[in-house]
T-cell receptor, first 117, second 111 residues
Framework: DAGITQSPRYKITETGRQVTLMCHQT?????MFWYRQDLGHGLRLIYY???????DKGEVPDGYVVSRSKTENFPLTLESATRSQTSVYFC????????????????FGPGTRLTVL | KQEVTQIPAALSVPEGENLVLNCSFT??????LQWFRQDPGKGLTSLLL?????REQTSGRLNASLDKSSGRSTLYIAASQPGDSATYLC??????????FGKGTRLHILP
């Protein structure tokens, strides 16, 4: 019962390279999210998905691309990495909750620490 | 634009004391509010989720309240223990499904 996993856990890359961070959940939750966490900024939403093949921008989407062809996977791609994308990236999943079907309890992965040189 | 604020940024209290952590938000049109804890170098662990129609939720020594009209939530921790030391974050979910986090309160329980 793995829950939600992220890979790799640590990644060092160079400016301009393409990098893909993987996220996999075993619960079949409909919602999935990508956040970045930086000192001084806290956690900020990059992209989210309410279901397979449905994605939407969060607070800081520039420079990132997502896809969700399967419910359980939500990869995040940095098309051309920049030093400002050095951060810890967290993936989360959730089922809808309440009458409005809004985002419910979020379950987070362990994070990926990305360094862009 | 929704903004979430947590004050204080850091707090140290002796073991055994009861304490309150605060979270405020600027737009009262939220669906729910969630409290998390984060240990150093780890991911976030959900503690409590309060729907907009609820006023409080309890889990063990934790009690979270929500006053939507005033844009405030509190997390009450009873009989604090050293194991409660962590960063506590609140997050609100709005109509657009976007989640906005506060920057957290770093809590240190002194043995």
């Amino acid at each position: 019962d793995a829950g939600i996993t992220q890979s790799p856990r640590y990644k060092i890359t160079e400016t301009g390279r393409q990098v893909t961070l993987m996220c996999h959940q075993t619960w079949s939750h409909s919602y999935m999210f990508w956040y970045r966490q930086d000192l001084g900024h806290g956690l900020r939403l990059i992209y989210y998905s309410a279901a397979a093949d449905i994605t939407d921008k969060g607070e800081v989407p520039d420079g990132y691309v997502v896809s969700r062809s399967k419910t359980e996977n939500f990869p995040l791609t940095l098309e051309s990495a920049t030093r400002s994308q050095t951060s810890v990236y967290f993936c989360a999943s959730s089922e809808p909750a309440g009458l409005a079907g809004a985002v419910g309890t979020q379950y987070f992965g362990p994070g990926t620490r990305l360094t862009v040189l | 634009k929704q903004e979430v604020t947590q004050i204080p940024a850091a707090l140290s209290v002796p073991e055994g004391e009861n304490l309150v952590l605060n979270c405020s938000f600027t737009d009262s049109a939220i669906y729910n509010l969630q409290w998390f804890r984060q240990d150093p170098g780890k991911g976030l662990t959900s503690l409590l989720l309060i729907q907009s129609s609820q006023r409080e939720q309890t889990s063990g020594r934790l009690n979270a309240s929500l006053d939507k009209s005033s844009g405030r939530s509190t997390l009450y921790i009873a009989a604090s223990q050293p194991g409660d030391s962590a960063t506590y974050l609140c997050a609100v979910s709005g109509r657009d499904d976007k989640i906005i986090f506060g920057k957290g309160t770093r809590l240190h329980i002194l043995p």
